[in-house]
Every structure is written in C-alpha cells, then in structure tokens.
C-alpha cells in the first residue's frame, strides 16, 4: 500500500490534462487524471495514473523477474508450443468453454472511441444481404478458415442451416477460385457487413469477453458491424454459438493474424477500429512483425 499512497499530484499542476477523443454520447475520459489518494478504492479502476515506484520496489520487483527467468522452457518444447498453439487454446477452450474470462464490461468505458460517433437507436437492424450467401462462399476464403476437427471439415464442406446467418440459396461466389484469394482479402462488393457504415474487428477475440459488451451497445447502432477473428477455432465456436450472437451485426472467424498469407472475409481499407486485448504479448515477438 505504501506504494500506492504516493502519487503525484503535482505533476497535474503543470498544465491542463489532456483529454481523450470525445464523441456526442460518450464520457470524457481525462487521460493521466485518475490519481489514488484513498487506498481503500483501489479495485474501483482497472488502472491508475502517475504511480511512482521507489528503488526498492524496483529492485524488489527486478529480483521477481529474474528468479521466474532462471527455468526457461526447453527449446524444442518452445518451438511444439509455437507451431501447435492453436492446438492447445482449442484444448484450453473445451476445458473452460467461456467461463474463464470475465466479460470487459469496462472497455467501452475506458475507450468510448471504439464505438461510432451517432448512434440511432431509432433505426431497425437490417438483414444483412450476405446471411443470404451459401456457406460454400467460405471455401473461397480459405480452407484455413474451417476449424480443423473432423466433423467441422465436413461442415465446411457442405451448407447447413443449423446455425443464424448461414446461406439458404446459392451465391454468386461459389465459383470463385481461391487461389485467386489466397495472397488478400476478398475483393468482391458482397461480404460480411457490407451494408454497414461503421466497422470493428477484433483480432484474439477468445469466448467473446469483448465481443458481447460491444455486440450488447451495438444493438442501438444498426448501421455498425463487428468482426471478430481467433486462431483456436473452439472459441469462434463457443461465440457462434453463444444467446446473444448475432449474425446480422456481428462476424466471428478463424484466423491467424500472424500468417499473412491468409486472406480476410472483407475488403482492404474498410476498417474503422481494430482490437487487439491481451494479444500482442501472447505473440512470440518475431511474429508480431506479421501483425
């Protein structure tokens, strides 16, 4: 607690605190103003501002990294872990399903710029003409994009209407090739949320611990969509397959963000936001360079 009385307060004194973008219906958030002076209210936010550390904590904390460096995994065990890691999450998600993270109930909070600056809630969600498009379409993305178990190669094989937002006629891109897909993004003017205006895409979505509390805000936004990529094709599963996922505003799909030779369910350049929570430092850093 020592550590958290001292802050510095004074370094507000020296001029005025910027701010974060402000959109019409979202809260000021002060950058570099949120200062604990009650101990007691520390759990109140996910971070604090100017906390200041003294050489022993330092030292003391320099001393707990090295000691958790002394054992280093095995080399060839880094390199099964690296290429098999898609493996393992699916294994960690079957275990857990989605109750091992907490919904981020807090992100639209601390970032109020990830959604769109109008919202109109009095507009009504449209379909999507894309939900009519066969499952088939898929294929000309990747076979990389169909998760790799047994049954779910032979789903992405053959259109099923099992789940909300698959096809229920045939599309013009089932004869497209996928070679010609293999290198970019789709390139065709009819893909997931290409009705849409405002778009968000995040990269290591997971279970969904972000994806519902945006999806949830989302439902006063009609014109906005959101995409939502993992590797481990259980998690992409468990969103699909989630109460509150819906297929007319929201996209969810295997990929790998490190591989860039696999190609994206939508067009270069029509991004707004993109996320990535908790992703970047699960990534070997040789990779990131991919990203």
Request: aromatic fraction near 10%; proline fraction near 6%.
């Amino acid at each position: 607690m020592n550590m958290i009385w001292r802050n510095s307060i004074s370094c507000l004194r020296l001029g005025k605190v910027p701010h974060r973008y402000q959109s019409g219906y979202h809260p000021v958030a002060p950058l570099g103003s949120r200062i604990l002076t009650d101990p007691a209210k520390v759990f109140e936010h996910n971070t604090w501002d100017h906390m200041q550390w003294s050489k022993e904590e330092e030292a003391a904390a320099r001393k707990i990294v090295k000691e958790n460096s002394a054992v280093r995994v095995l080399l060839e065990e880094q390199v099964k872990y690296e290429r098999e890691a898609s493996k393992y999450w699916d294994t960690f998600y079957k275990i857990h399903k989605n109750k091992f993270f907490k919904d981020r109930n807090w992100l639209l909070r601390e970032f109020p710029e990830i959604l769109p600056v109008d919202q109109k809630p009095e507009e009504k969600a449209r379909e999507s003409s894309w939900d009519l498009v066969n499952t088939s379409a898929t294929n000309c993305f990747s076979r990389m994009h169909c998760p790799t178990m047994p049954e779910e190669k032979n789903h992405c094989k053959k259109s099923s209407g099992s789940s909300e937002g698959q096809s229920k006629t045939e599309s013009d891109f089932s004869n497209l090739d996928p070679e010609k897909h293999k290198k970019g993004p789709m390139k065709t003017g009819l893909f997931p949320g290409s009705n849409a205006t405002f778009r968000i895409l995040e990269v290591g979505c997971g279970a969904g611990n972000s994806v519902f509390p945006i999806l949830n805000t989302l439902q006063n936004s009609p014109e906005s969509f959101l995409y939502c990529c993992d590797f481990a094709s259980g998690a992409v599963e468990l969103i699909k397959s989630h109460s509150s996922y819906r297929a007319a505003q929201c996209f969810a799909f295997v990929h790998d963000v490190c591989d860039d030779g696999l190609p994206y369910p939508f067009p270069d350049g029509i991004l707004d936001v993109i996320l990535l929570v908790f992703v970047l430092s699960s990534i070997h850093p040789d990779r990131t360079l991919f990203i």
